[in-house]
Every structure is written in C-alpha cells, then in structure tokens.
T-cell receptor
C-alpha cells in the first residue's frame, strides 16, 4: 500500500506561470515532509521541507503548503523556469521513531515550456 | 565537489560476477543509506547505517551485501544478481537527529545493468 501518492505523473506549464505539484499521504504518523527534484541520470536534490507544526514554508520561488486535515501537501513554483523541468518527488517521515526513514511518492514529471 | 559521491556511475555485470558500489559522504553526517530506484516505482529504501551500525534492512535479498567501515564510507557488494536487479542505486546521508526531521542528501547514483 503506497503511503505517499503523487497522482499526476506529469505536468506541463508555461514559463513564467505557476507550477503546482501535489502529494497526498495516508499515514497520520508522518509529520515531516520534503520535496526533491531529480534530473535524468542524477540523484535527487533536496528542495524544501516542512514540519507538521507549520502549514507553509517558503524559499525563494518555492513554497510548500501542508494541509494536515486533508493529509495533502503541495509545492508551488513561481515563476516557473525552463530549468525547473525535472521529476519532483514528495517524501515523508515520522518525527517519532524512524525519523530517518523517508517514504517517497512515485514522482511528477514537470515540463516548463517556453 | 558534491557532498555524496558514488562510484562507478555506470556498471554492467553478468549474473555470475561479483562487483561493488562505493559511496563516500563529505558532509560529516552520521547516517548513510542505500536506495534503489527502478522504472515506474517509488524510491525503495534498502539499508540504513547509523554510526556504522546497520539499523535497517528492508527485506533485501542476500545477494546485496552492504558494508560500512566508517561514518563516511558505504559499500554495496553485489553477487549473483538477476536481470531484474538492474536499476539506479542511490547512496544518501543525513545527520540523524533524535527528534527526527532529518533531511537526506543523495549522491548521483550508480546505474547498474545485469546481463
């Protein structure tokens, strides 16, 4: 049973517009969430994280929103740039017992078009 | 220089071969990991080491044998693999914190093809 789900395998956005990537989770013990970006033939690169005590975390063009009641988080990228084209993975872990075990989603391929 | 380096980046091996993947982290972290990424599947955790001690073996077949001689180095020894073991193998590290909230940093991966 997949505990972290990214239901959109791909997303296409125009340059300069907002990209919104979504992630749902089922395990209520998760309380730390991360987004990673992956280019082909490279390892995932950490982008941004959020703990469950917050509902929003911002870093430059990237903002992560967390809706605990809906068990949903999203990554907003604005403005989107062609270099943002990559696969984005959502990951989650529990702060208590197993904090170093990340559960990943299957990823969303973002394509930013000119 | 990246924080987590893996060698080799690409490896082709026969089913009867023995080979090893190597990982080194330069971040001063105390935990290291092996993950596997197969096509169309989520990243799968294979092994976790904290302070050189293995703390997690995620039901990985014995044909994969990890070794962690110190907190900076991690190996994955491979023997009698199957073609379905072909995948991207990712090493990662983190500073394991007792209150959780760890951020894991990945290497660039080793592409393994078993023929």
């Amino acid at each position: 049973d997949q505990q972290v789900k990214q239901n959109s395998p791909s997303l296409s956005v125009q340059e300069g517009r907002i990209s919104i990537l979504n992630c749902d989770y089922t395990n209520s013990m998760f309380d730390y969430f991360l987004w990673y970006k992956k280019y082909p033939a490279e390892g995932p690169t950490f982008l941004i994280s959020i703990s469950s005590i917050k509902d929003k975390n911002e870093d430059g063009r990237f903002t992560v929103f967390l809706n605990k009641s809906a068990k949903h988080l999203s990554l907003h990228i604005v403005p989107s740039q062609p270099g943002d084209s990559a696969v984005y993975f959502c990951a989650a872990s529990g702060l208590t017992g197993g904090g170093n075990k990340l559960t990943f989603g299957t990823g969303t391929q973002l394509k930013v078009e000119l | 220089e990246t924080g987590v380096t893996q060698t080799p980046r690409h490896l082709v091996m026969g089913m009867t071969n023995k080979k090893s993947l190597k990982c080194e982290q330069h971040l001063g972290h105390n935990a290291m990991y092996w993950y596997k990424q197969s096509a169309k599947k989520p990243l799968e955790l294979m092994f976790v080491y904290n302070f050189k001690e293995q703390t997690e073996n995620n039901s990985v077949p014995s044909r994969f044998s990890p070794e962690c001689p110190n907190s900076s180095h991690l190996f994955l020894h491979l023997h009698t693999l199957q073609p379905e073991d072909s995948a991207l193998y990712l090493c990662a590290s983190s500073q394991d914190l007792p209150y959780g909230g760890n951020t894991i940093y990945f290497g660039e991966g080793s592409w393994l093809t078993v023929v």
